[in-house]
């Protein structure tokens, strides 16, 4: 399932219409910094000595607000992705203690997502039109899962599991507009 749907947005992004969105972060380390937060977050599942399943606690990626976002303009799509990598940051900066993570792990990929969110966020000047409805989803991770669940190891490896699909999907959209210059 969760293949078919990353396939579909790859497809929507590669798709989107050409955009003069020029952005020199983009062309240069965009990519790399991505695949280090991807790297980053997926060392965290190493470290990670809990399994769990969604059950209960569940929230629904937002496959439609992707969606959305990738029919939008070239300048909110990219607000989009600065979006969820904000979201993403303050997420991470609840406790995480009783997550296995290192500590270091954690700083180094907070780091590098404010670090990207900063530099697409330059892209796009004062454009910072904000997505309600991500800001919610965000929230409910939070409140759903991390508070309900006591911000314990499971909780956090459910969030860590979500957000890693958010950024591959972001990067997605970010990438359509690279691919379209």
């Known amino acids: 399932m969760l293949n078919r749907i990353f396939f579909a947005l790859l497809f929507v992004g590669l798709c989107s219409s050409g955009s003069s969105l020029n ?16 790297d980053l ?16 606690n569940t929230v629904a990626f937002p496959h439609k607000l992707y969606s959305h976002a990738s029919n939008a303009s070239a300048t909110d ?17 609840e406790d ?8 270091s792990t954690v700083d180094k990929f907070l780091t590098v997502v404010n670090r990207q969110a900063d530099e697409l966020s330059s892209c796009i000047g004062s454009h910072k039109k904000k997505n309600t409805k991500l800001h919610m989803h965000f929230k409910r991770l939070s409140g759903h899962i991390l508070k309900k669940m006591g911000h314990s190891a499971d909780a956090w490896e459910l969030i860590r599991t979500k ?19």
């Open 41 to 56: 977050l997926r060392t965290m599942a190493n470290n990670s000595t809990n399994t769990t399943e969604e059950g209960e």
């Open 163 to 181: 957000i890693e699909f958010h950024l591959m999907s972001a990067h997605l959209l970010a990438s359509s507009l690279r691919t379209a210059n």
């Open 96 to 103: 995480h203690s009783a997550a296995s993570w290192e500590d």
């Open 23 to 38: 952005c020199k972060w983009m062309e240069g380390k965009f990519k790399e910094l991505n695949k280090e937060m991807l």
């Open 77 to 93: 799509k990219l607000a989009f992705v600065v979006q969820t990598l904000e979201e993403t940051a303050a997420l991470f900066e």
